[in-house]
């Protein structure tokens, strides 16, 4: 049986600097929804738990995914530690689940520009790799001053001068930055413990920690108002770089996989061995709200029961399947349509959709797609499949006038 990892999310509501900042949105999202969105889709993370004592935040945090666990107020406070939060949420975890956590992740949503890789970086650290804890770190190559204030008075009665103190460096030598040591930032923005060690130390550095370096563009702590505008700022380019949501500017087809994208992956076979499906109907209502959109939609399956055949009539869509090259396939669809590969989004679940994923500009997973799919998707949903991750998706190239497109659709869209 796999280990119990859990990602803790702390999210209080009383924020100073920036009034509900874990719900701000920072590239349409709100910040508690992106710290979501980066653990359901980190390899390894079995579960993924926000800490808040706002009903709001909790409200948000269950919309993108994630458990919502209350925190009570004495651990809420301006001067309750992320640790507090994150020992009350393994305990509350364990009583209702019946389990043991074996690994803690502790994940802050003012960071926001952590990724699912950042995640998993610092779980395959304490999974695989033999550390105790871990963070992530990033490359830093300043020289760190500090203020001094026990300079003399230039007069008497005079305030105190207040000089600078070298704190890396020696201030007499100024080394060029090939010939100093390597620096790390701590970025903030994630942390993985040995669950037993954590309870123990009752801090998030113990035993050996390891580094895990991430990508010093990306370090950003939203603590006030200008943070939050650089963030949103910076959202458009680093979102994008390091795969965030697709809109429709980006993306000129959509090709559905349809056994763990369209279904929840499980077959009913009845007493003379005919086989179906369920579906989701806010699936077929996004879908079709793409083809009214004038977005070419295809099915491609490597299934050949007729089911799959069948609900792409329904949904009035092209269908392929009982494909077993599905990159080739694909290759030859978007050829004969005059597609640019790297302007399809192509969604899938399991292993036998990485060759598409390697073929087009947009791969995404659905929220429970196996874990080396999520790790290769260039975006994830937070909705598993058969669940309306279709419908997800269609929000996310379609925005607004999803509802409009859709709600004209007819019979189509169940």
Not at 76 to 92: P, R, Y
Not at 222 to 239: I, K, M, Q
């Amino acid at each position: 049986m796999p280990p119990t990892v859990l990602a803790v999310i702390p999210a209080r509501g009383g924020s100073k600097g920036v009034p509900a900042k874990n719900l701000a949105p920072v590239g349409g999202v709100p910040l508690v929804a992106r710290a979501v969105r980066a653990c359901l889709a980190a390899e390894h993370v079995t579960h993924v738990a926000v800490s808040t004592d706002d009903a709001a935040i909790a409200a948000a945090a269950r919309e993108a995914g994630a458990l919502a666990i209350e925190r009570p107020a004495q651990i809420a406070g301006d001067t309750a530690t992320s640790e507090a939060a994150v020992l009350h949420a393994m305990d509350v975890f364990e009583a209702q689940q019946g389990g043991t956590v074996d690994m803690v992740l502790l994940v802050q949503c003012t960071s926001p520009f952590v990724t699912h890789a950042d995640v998993a970086g610092v779980t395959a650290a304490v999974l695989h790799e033999g550390a105790d804890s871990a963070l992530t770190v990033a490359p830093f190559h300043g020289f760190v001053w500090r203020e001094d204030a026990s300079g003399a008075p230039d007069r008497p009665g005079a305030p105190a001068r207040t000089g600078g103190t070298g704190v890396n460096h020696d201030q007499a030598y100024r080394p060029r930055r090939q010939d100093r040591p390597q620096d790390f930032l701590e970025t903030g923005a994630a942390y993985a413990m040995r669950a037993d060690g954590f309870r123990a130390a009752g801090h998030r550095f113990f035993g050996r920690t390891d580094l895990v370096r991430t990508d010093p563009a990306r370090v950003l702590e939203v603590d006030d108002p200008h943070d939050l505008a650089r963030a949103r700022a910076l959202a458009p380019l680093l979102d994008t770089a390091t795969g965030a949501l697709p809109t429709r500017e980006d993306v000129d087809a959509v090709v559905l996989d349809f056994d763990g994208t369209q279904t929840d992956d499980r077959v009913y076979v009845d007493s003379d061995g005919r086989e179906s499906v369920a579906v989701h109907r806010g699936d077929g209502l996004g879908i079709a709200a793409l083809r009214r959109a004038g977005l070419p939609v295809l099915i491609l399956s490597t299934e050949i029961n007729t089911v799959v055949a069948a609900r792409a009539r329904k949904l009035r869509l092209p269908v392929l399947h009982g494909i077993d090259r599905k990159d080739l396939a694909l290759k030859q669809w978007c050829e004969t349509e005059g597609v640019a590969p790297e302007r399809v989004l192509y969604v899938g679940n399991d292993v036998n959709d990485l060759p598409c994923f390697g073929l087009v500009g947009w791969p995404v997973a659905v929220g429970d797609a196996h874990g080396v799919v999520r790790g290769a998707a260039r975006a994830v949903t937070t909705t598993p499949g058969g669940a309306g991750a279709v419908r997800e998706i269609a929000g996310w190239l379609l925005g607004p006038s999803l509802s409009t497109a859709g709600s004209t659709a007819g019979s189509t869209a169940g």
